[in-house]
């Protein structure tokens, strides 16, 4: 087992030590005024007879989830609640709608230069001299999320000014049915391979080999667990 002395002393012996930096940063107040909304939130629809507000609580904490990895990534999960509500398939009051529509357009008020941990993430990519012209500096970026996925593609394409192909994305699909992702997961371990940088959702973690041309992974999302 890994956490076996035997396996850690021989580990050292072939591996670096992992070096773990946490970043901290200030909320803007537009995040500010969204992570409240989400703190007070008190909505009827999730209210059952059985267990009163515990249901609540568990769609409190999706919200929370979501806007800890990105505004964007939240706005998804409540405009998902609203359009359920409409249809049907999810109860709800008219002051309930109110309320999520409330929490909607405060979330849409976190535009790019609102969002600080994006911004902070972009001060990171500087700090570390990154510019995806080094063949063996890769950068693999983490998130949860396929919304923060798609965000943080066209984003750091745009701000970094990056070309086309120096970004890879991987979210979901079989790897074993999906070629364009099994040959992108190749190209990323290729020294001669255009892509630089690769963002991720969990299904990176199934067993993929990342590390040939790449140190550096940045989980993007507050790393979360109950």
């Not at 909505?43 to 505004?71: H, N, Q, V, Y």
């Not at 230069?113 to 012209?133: A, C």
């Not at 990323?188 to 940088?197: C, D, K, L, T, V």
Request: aromatic share 6%; net charge neutral.
């Amino acid at each position: 087992f890994r956490s076996s002395p035997e396996v850690i002393d021989a580990i050292k012996k072939k591996v670096k030590e992992r070096v773990v930096k946490g970043r901290r940063f200030p909320l803007s107040r537009p995040e500010e005024d969204a992570h409240q909304l989400i703190a007070d939130l008190d909505l009827e629809l999730d209210r059952e007879a059985s267990g009163k507000g515990r249901a609540m609580d568990l769609f409190r904490t999706t919200l929370a989830k979501a806007i800890f990895s990105s505004p964007i990534a939240c706005l998804e999960t409540v405009e998902g609640r609203l359009r359920r509500i409409a249809s049907g398939h999810s109860r709800g009051t008219a002051g309930d709608v109110i309320k999520l529509e409330e929490l909607a357009t405060a979330l849409r008020r976190i535009g790019t230069h609102e969002f600080s941990k994006y911004q902070d993430l972009l001060r990171l990519i500087h700090d570390l001299k990154w510019n995806g012209k080094n063949k063996r500096d890769r950068l693999v970026i983490f998130s949860e999320r396929i919304a923060s996925v798609s965000f943080l593609e066209e984003r750091l394409s745009t701000d970094l000014g990056l070309a086309e192909g120096v970004i890879g994305r991987i979210d979901g699909g079989s790897l074993a049915a999906d070629d364009k992702t099994q040959k992108l997961l190749e190209d990323f371990g290729q020294e001669n391979a255009p892509i630089r940088m690769l963002i991720a959702s969990d299904m990176a973690s199934e067993g993929l080999n990342l590390h040939f041309q790449s140190h550096r992974l940045i989980h993007f999302d507050l790393p979360w667990s109950l």
